[in-house]
């Protein structure tokens, strides 16, 4: 079991979940030392949400943490991720927090391939209810209309236009 102190990284989309499980994980007192993500080789996109990566790489420098970023095809992505797996731990990351809130059978194949790689799995949105979460946000300052935190700090940094939605 790993301490707040030990670092951790976060299995990062750019979504509203991952902006919300890095603010909970850093508001909780993680140290979040890495983001990593999986994208699609091909688009050279986030394979969920279809988020550009060199808008990932820009999300990444303006939170101020660095990014890992594996190309992954639909016949590569179990190794691609196994290999980014043993990279972690390899640097010293001691867990790895996901953005998952109900979704049984996808946090199951995560969980199942992080233990034995001997890193932590940490959820900490799961449970929670999608409209909580929405709340939250817009309790903290994020606007309902935006899709996400990042809409907000990439308005900022001027790499987007606020009325822009991202995912």
Sequence with gaps: MTTNNDPHALFFSGGKDS??????????????AALVTLYDDASQRIRFHGVPIDLMRAQAEALGIPIALYATTPSTFEQVY????????SDGIHGLIFENIHLAE???????????????HLEPLWGGRRR?????????GTKRSSPAPRTRLLTNIGLVSGSMRLC
């Excluded at 996808?106 to 932590?120: F, K, N, S, T």
């Excluded at 909580?132 to 903290?140: I, V, Y």
């Design 82 to 89: 196994l290999t980014a797996l043993a990279d972690l731990r």
């Design 19 to 32: 902006m919300l499980a890095l603010d909970r994980s850093i508001r909780g007192g993680r140290n979040v």
């Design 132 to 140: 909580h979460w929405r709340r939250k946000l817009s309790n903290e």
């Design 106 to 120: 996808v946090r199951a194949w995560y969980e199942e391939r992080v233990r034995p790689a001997g890193l932590d």
